[in-house]
């Protein structure tokens, strides 16, 4: 009987000596079998006799069994990682050089492919880089102990050095820019959408405090005989496609749609992308905790009606429809 | 820092919107649906087009799977390639699909589950049917897009010259919604196509009588046709399926089980597992050997049975327990409208969209079949002329310079068309052309352009173009159903899993009740001591003990007037001395309802009756029959008025005698047909007029020839013949409704009646008194007295205890009959 179940036994006896000052605890070793032997006859009749009852109070015994484990995990995750020479940090992360928090910058990039560009394009001063293979566990249908098992969330987890949940620790936070910088495509923003929950579920401090950023990669590149440009956005195509070509309008120009990160170059990356100079973040912000755990239980939640229903309603203002 | 760089803020919420919007529309329309009208995924389009594109027909030799994965993702499909392989794979599978569309070479994967190999091992090309799918594209038939990177471009949809949607089914998860179309027959879609061509108010019915259900690769048989109407009707519902088994016997006379054929989609290397499994943890009982014996042969799996099992038993709890039955869910959705849309559809509503699309599809071709005649007629006219003046045309090619073309323009007033075939022909040619050749070609196409403006014309001959090259196809292409189905609905009764036997259920004052096999009290001897049937707590005692068989209804009345209904197996089987389980956990008991009497039955048949009894005097007599309403659990058998309770049932022929017996001391009998049968609601009639304060508190059939037992408060008691209950020569019994005839006479001494119950002298009574105290005896030490007397002592209790009630016990388990309690 450890939270939340109560059970008031009245015993009579003569003699009757107490534990400590505060009276918590009856002393006679005697009564304990008695009580013992009773209760557990009478409560297993009861229990029989009352099927309702019983089974509340094994939902409510199992459901503290379970944020228990979780939260043993939890600890135990966090142990782990104090254990060796302070921090083990992820295989993949390729860390910054930079210990200041408030200047560095990690890239949380979807695909090994990207993860390449990324790191040969990145200021190794400053600019960390993990990056992240498939799409990971969705935390709001999954229970809290699968999340501390996750092995695509658990690298994250370790590379920001915060821990999660209820241990979270801004202090410890080892990068105040985290950036999500997933492909252009259909499958980038799903990986968003998965990453967004993750730090929306377990570490909503850093979205709170406005550490958390989208990257802006550019959608087109347009070629026209040597020169380049990129373009973020339909309306930026046709303009810089308008500069481009000039005064020449028979002038070929070639348009072609990112589809991944992993078709630019490492440098090309660095200049569209991750160039502090030039280029342009999405901090996500938090402007109304109600209305974003409505959303996020909508969206990514257990239940696929109302999910339906918001797709049905939305369907119209999409943007960015790839094939 | 790095004041250049520009960042903006977006609220988490809008974030998540538009990403999650983003990413669910794309794998709605483009990802995971197929579209309605050619039945395939955007991946599957793509591999069916790289393919003809790559000229990778069927009577082409086959090309590594490579080559054709490479060329799609090159060209179309910018995504990863183990999912277009995969994706390949499928449609070359023949275990997925009812009718192929890749030929495949090599190793494919297999039911087991077992991964193909590599594409750089295999080789594919289109099979003779995908030849179909892709059947009139070069003729303008459908919509071109610009692929990825625009340097090409791909139909937005294939011709699809046959249904494939249904033909080969779909099944795709996409988000906040999913598809899951079965396969089926082409010959039975294509007959049900013509006939709403030939009928457009064809209803379901109609199209039922052609497309039966769904005809899946791996054969197996369908169970039922109502999931199958259900998905038909409303794009949802679902079908059971089953694995093909028999029954073969071997050595012996020892029988197996063999599966032959799988349900759709069951791979077979899990099945033998999960069966293995079973039969490990006990779950499965009665198999002895599985073995898989699957070879070039066919699919063949051996089931060994136990030499005691039976073997229906066992293949019910194959069926019920492992895939060996499956469901499949139908919920055929697909993308509507252009692939704009997704909707789930009825049958009827996909062969109207694909009826449409293929006359749009002969439209089209039509369209463009007139276009390249009148071209042709075009120049053949210029050639006609040119023939007929040949002599001048080559003298005028001749003697040009470089305006041979005008000059034969203006001269014959022919197009530059008409000239430009004319310069190209080479000089030989030209003096060949045969007039007669020139006029049959352009007779012939004459005919042609005329036929096919009559076609543009005229949407019936569209139809009944649509209708022949339709019929051409089945003729070619179609084959025989497969998978059979069976009319039985057979949800699997779990009674089919449940081996029949007698069982011992005992039931007790608190309500206690267990089920043990008969077998287990079968060992002693008459005469012998007994054995303990239960174990009860203290305070408690069995009430009820009977033996019916786990296939038998046990009906539990309740004091509210309520009555359950519980096949026997559903009672916890516990062992001899077990104390069980309390009634609350079995039925479904409201607060202070409580069980007051139980009955059991083989069936709910007509020809039987149950009298109910209540403590204020009143009957009620009501078919078995009524009972047998769709609920299993709570329903009323009586209606009661306020402050009385249910007491007794009795089941009965229709010609019993019911005996009341009243605390006071009266009892009346009559024939239960003075109670006129009821229904379930009814409050019924009353039984026994009964004096201020007075109250039933026995009642049972009575049986010439047995004896009332009657025990009162104070432990005396007395047995009376039935017989003096009745009256006149013949024993007729009394009208219902009176006050009756003494029964006891109640004294200061004896004080008043607790409980009567009927005997034969050759059962054990068990007498219980409010201090917990009680008594077995043999029910005929008990004297017989007549009606009006005193009885005997037969408990002594002490002062202010009182004997509150009165049970029954066989003397011997062994030979009990239906219903101990029972007289």
């Known amino acids: 009987m450890r939270e939340g179940l109560t059970a008031v036994i009245s015993v009579k006896l003569e003699e009757a000596q107490f534990e400590g000052q505060t009276k918590a605890k009856l002393g006679n070793a005697r009564i304990r079998t008695l009580v013992d032997n009773v209760v557990s006859d009478q409560l297993a009749l009861f229990l029989e006799e009352n099927p309702m009852v019983a089974r509340t109070i094994l939902d409510k015994a199992m459901m503290a069994n379970r944020a228990r484990e979780a939260a043993r995990k939890a600890r135990e995750n966090i142990?782990?990682?104090?254990?060796?020479?302070?921090?083990?940090?992820?295989?993949k992360l390729s860390d910054c050089n930079e210990r200041d928090p408030s200047l560095t910058e990690i890239y949380i990039v979807e695909g090994d492919s990207a993860g390449g560009s990324a790191k040969g394009g990145r200021d190794s001063r400053f600019q960390a880089i993990l990056p992240l293979w498939g799409k990971m566990l969705n935390v709001e249908k999954a229970r809290a102990d699968k999340v501390y098992g996750n092995d695509k969330l658990s690298p994250v987890i370790t590379a920001l050095g915060c821990g999660i949940g209820e241990d979270l620790d801004l202090n410890k936070l080892r990068y105040h820019k985290v950036v999500i910088m997933a492909d252009a495509d259909v499958d980038g923003s799903h990986i968003r959408t998965l990453l967004l929950t993750f730090f929306f579920r377990y570490m909503?401090?850093?979205?709170?405090?406005?550490?958390?950023?989208?990257?802006?990669?550019?959608?087109?590149?347009?070629?026209?005989?040597?020169?380049?440009?990129?373009a973020y956005s339909d309306e930026e195509r046709d303009k810089e496609s308008a500069e481009l070509?000039?005064?020449?309008?028979?002038?070929?120009i070639d348009i072609s749609r990112y589809k991944g990160l992993g078709e630019m170059n490492a440098h090309e990356l660095w200049e569209t992308t991750m160039d502090p100079e030039k280029r342009s973040l999405r901090?996500?912000?938090?402007?109304?905790?109600?209305?974003?755990?409505?959303?996020?239980?909508?969206?990514?939640?257990?239940?696929?009606?109302?999910?339906?229903?918001?797709?049905?309603?939305?369907?119209?203002?999409?943007?960015?429809?790839?094939? | 820092m790095y004041p250049q760089q520009t960042i903006v803020s977006n609220d988490l919420v809008k974030e998540m919107q538009t990403s999650f919007i983003e990413y669910a529309m794309s794998v709605i329309v483009a990802r995971a649906l197929p579209d309605v009208r050619d039945g395939l995924k955007p991946v599957h389009r793509r591999i069916l087009y790289a393919m003809y594109a790559d000229n990778l027909t069927s009577d082409k030799p086959f090309k590594k799977s490579a080559t054709c994965v490479g060329d799609v993702l090159g060209r179309y499909h910018p995504h990863g390639d183990a999912s277009v392989y995969d994706a390949m794979v499928r449609l070359a599978q023949d275990f997925s699909m009812r009718y192929m569309l890749v030929d495949g070479h090599g190793n494919f994967g297999s039911i087991d589950g077992d991964p193909p190999a590599a594409y750089r091992y295999t080789e594919a090309r289109m099979s003779k049917l995908s030849n179909e799918m892709l059947r009139d594209i070069e003729k303008d038939t459908v919509d071109w897009v610009p692929n990825f990177d625009e340097?090409?471009?791909?139909?937005?949809?294939?011709?699809?010259?046959?249904p494939n949607l249904l033909v080969n089914g779909s099944s795709g998860i996409a988000v906040g919604m999913a598809t899951n179309i079965p396969p089926h027959n082409l010959k039975e879609v294509i007959n049900a196509c013509i006939c709403v061509l030939d009928n457009s108010e064809a209803t379901l019915s109609d199209l039922m009588e052609h497309i039966k259900g769904p005809d899946f690769p791996t054969r197996g048989i369908i169970m039922g046709r109502s999931g199958i109407r259900a998905a038909y009707a409303t794009g949802r519902g679902r079908i059971v399926m089953r694995g093909r088994t028999e029954f073969e016997e071997h050595a012996g006379g020892r029988i197996r089980i063999i599966v032959t054929e799988l349900p759709y989609q069951v791979n077979k290397k899990v099945l033998v597992e999960t069966i293995a499994d079973q039969v490990k943890d006990k779950r499965l009982e009665g198999i002895s050997d599985l073995r898989d014996e699957s070879d070039r042969n066919g699919m063949r799996i051996v089931i060994e049975l136990k030499k005691d099992a039976n073997p229906q038993v066992v293949l019910n709890r194959l069926f019920a327990q492992t895939s060996l039955q499956t469901t499949f869910s139908v919920n055929m959705l697909a993308l509507v409208d252009d692939q704009s849309q997704p909707k789930i559809l009825s049958l009827r509503h996909i062969l109207d969209e694909y009826l449409k699309f293929q006359e749009e599809i002969i439209l089209r071709?039509?369209?463009?079949?007139?276009?390249?005649?009148?071209?042709?007629?075009?120049?053949?006219?210029?050639?006609?002329?040119?023939?007929?003046?040949?002599?001048e045309v080559i003298h005028i090619i001749r003697s040009a310079y470089d305006d041979a073309k005008e000059k034969l323009m203006a001269r014959f007033g022919l197009t530059d068309v008409q000239v430009q075939c004319i310069l190209d022909m080479r000089l030989k040619a030209l003096q060949g052309l045969e007039r007669d050749k020139l006029m049959a070609e352009y007779k012939e196409l004459e005919e042609k352009i005329a036929y096919y403006q009559k076609l543009l014309g005229d949407m019936d001959l569209v139809r009944s173009v649509l209708k022949q090259e339709l019929i051409d196809l089945r003729d070619k292409y179609g084959d025989d159903r497969i998978t059979e189905i069976q009319d039985v609905e057979d949800e699997i009764d779990i009674e089919d899993l449940i081996e029949e036997e007698q069982c011992v259920y005992t039931m007790t004052q608190n309500g206690y009740i267990k089920r043990t096999a008969a077998t287990e009290y079968s060992a002693q001897k008459r005469g012998g001591k007994g054995v303990k049937a239960m174990t009860t707590r203290e305070e408690d005692v069995v009430t009820s003990v009977f033996t019916a068989s786990t296939h038998d209804y046990l009906l539990f009345f309740t004091n509210t007037g309520k009555v359950h209904r519980k096949k026997g197996y559903l009672i916890p089987e516990a062992g001899r001395t077990a104390k069980g389980t309390n009634i609350v956990n079995v039925l479904p008991l409201e607060a202070g309802e409580k069980v007051t009497a139980g009955l059991s039955v083989r069936e709910l048949d007509e020809e039987s009756y149950l009298v109910m009894i209540t403590r204020m005097g009143t009957v009620k007599r009501i078919a078995l029959s009524s009972l047998n309403t769709a609920r299993k659990a709570g329903i009323r058998a009586l209606t009661l008025e306020e402050g009385d309770e249910l007491i007794e049932v009795r089941r009965t022929d229709g010609h019993q005698n019911i005996l009341l017996v009243t605390h006071d001391g009266m009892a009346i009998c009559f024939k239960e047909t003075d109670i006129r049968c009821m229904g379930r609601d009814a409050v019924g009639v009353r039984g026994i007029r009964l004096k201020e304060g007075d109250y039933v508190v026995g009642a049972a059939r009575a049986v010439q020839g047995h004896t009332l037992l009657s025990i009162t408060e104070n432990g005396y008691g007395k047995r009376t013949p039935i017989e003096e209950y009745l009256r006149g020569e013949g024993g007729e019994p009394q009208k219902r409704g009176g006050s009756g005839l003494k029964n006891y006479n109640v004294t200061e001494k004896t004080g008043k009646v607790v409980a009567a119950r009927v005997v034969t002298g050759e059962e054990d009574i068990l007498m219980i008194s409010d201090d917990g105290t009680i008594i077995r005896m043999d029910a005929s030490d008990i004297n017989i007295y007549s009606r009006a007397t005193q009885g005997v002592r037969v408990m002594r209790v002490a002062e202010d205890v009182k004997v509150i009630s009165l049970a029954r016990a066989e003397k011997e388990e062994e030979d009990s009959a239906p219903l101990t309690e029972e007289e």
């Open chain 1, 79 to 91: 142990r782990r990682k104090t254990g060796l020479e302070g921090e083990r940090l992820p295989g």
């Open chain 1, 204 to 230: 909503r401090p850093l979205i709170e405090e406005g550490y958390v950023y989208a990257a802006v990669p550019p959608l087109y590149k347009l070629t026209r005989g040597k020169m380049s440009r990129v």
């Open chain 1, 245 to 252: 070509r000039g005064d020449n309008p028979n002038a070929k």
């Open chain 1, 283 to 323: 901090r996500i912000t938090l402007d109304d905790a109600i209305a974003a755990d409505q959303c996020f239980t909508i969206l990514m939640g257990e239940s696929v009606e109302p999910r339906r229903e918001f797709i049905e309603q939305n369907a119209k203002y999409v943007i960015n429809l790839d094939i």
């Open chain 2, 151 to 162: 340097s090409r471009k791909e139909p937005k949809v294939l011709p699809a010259r046959f």
């Open chain 2, 365 to 391: 071709r039509t369209r463009y079949d007139l276009r390249k005649a009148e071209e042709r007629a075009h120049i053949l006219e210029g050639l006609l002329i040119a023939q007929d003046n040949i002599d």
